[in-house]
């Protein structure tokens, strides 16, 4: 394999690492419960566990 001959400049790799940058995360408004979360994730309103504007869990106790 070969291996660079002399070493690259701090100008040059920071030019190269200037696009590998964290995007940004993508938040959507349920439809059920109007609560902004993040996409294909659980979130949780009160003590309520939604998923894709579905009920998952429920921590209310039924008595």
């Given at each position: ?21 964290a ?32 009920l ?8």
């Open positions: 394999m070969p291996n660079p001959k002399r070493r690259h400049s701090k100008t040059r790799t920071m030019k190269r690492r200037t696009h590998q940058k995007g940004v995360p993508t938040v959507t408004t349920c439809p059920t419960t109007g609560e902004a979360h993040l996409r294909h994730r659980a979130y949780q309103v009160g003590d309520d566990l939604y998923y894709n504007g579905k998952v869990s429920s921590n209310t106790a039924a008595e």
